[in-house]
């Protein structure tokens, strides 16, 4: 009995798999925009946002059928992330703290696989360059600094086509925020 229901029940995601609509492939050209929930960069009692993570990226179909996989596709493109909060602290009514501000800009590489129907399934990897300044504000504290690092993250996400060229965005990984949420404009392709 229980070898008659896994057979049925692979049978039926077969199937459902085999008839997925492909949402992304070689040619296509998809814009991201999201806002961040979650910061990677300021946590904690004395931290408040400024500008919440925001989050822009292009990405183009690049190859099908990765690995003679059906429908396993690929993704290139780029990231432009941006942040800024602050850290602020009163000691016996003295105000004092830091603004900081943070830009990722990098490139991205996408695997895609549809799984549900109208939902454009994607794993993948950025790669990029972290500018991050401070600048401090408050009595007796003067200064500002700069530096710059590797920026990376890994990333899964989803994009549900509401239309044929519009969609709502999630993705969860370590970048510019935890989560971002937003819409996906899918361009002429091919």
């Not at 929930?37 to 946002?49: C, E, I, M, V």
């Not at 696989?113 to 408050?138: A, C, I, M, Q």
């Not at 590797?150 to 060229?165: E, H, I, P």
């Amino acid at each position: 009995m229980k070898k008659a229901i896994f057979t049925i029940l692979a049978v039926i995601t077969a199937t459902t798999m085999m008839a997925q609509d492909v949402l992304f492939q070689k040619g296509d050209k998809v814009l991201n925009l999201g806002i961040g929930l979650g910061s990677t960069f300021a946590t904690g009692r004395y931290y408040t946002t400024k500008v919440p993570p925001v989050s822009a990226s292009f990405e183009m179909g690049f190859m099908d059928n990765l690995f003679d996989v059906e429908n396993l596709n690929v993704g290139l493109g780029g990231y432009v992330g941006f942040t800024s909060y602050k850290y602020e602290y009163d000691f016996w009514g003295t105000n004092w703290g830091w603004d900081y501000t943070s830009l990722i800009v990098g490139a991205r590489g996408a695997l895609h696989y549809p799984l549900v129907e109208k939902l454009d399934t994607y794993t993948g990897l950025l790669l990029g360059f972290n500018v991050r300044t401070s600048k401090s504000f408050g009595s007796g504290v003067t200064g500002s600094a700069a530096g710059s690092g590797l920026a990376y993250s890994w990333f899964a996400g989803g994009r549900y086509y509401f239309t044929d060229n519009i969609a709502g965005m999630i993705e969860l990984g370590y970048g510019i925020a935890y989560l971002n949420l937003g819409v996906a404009v899918k361009l002429a392709g091919k």
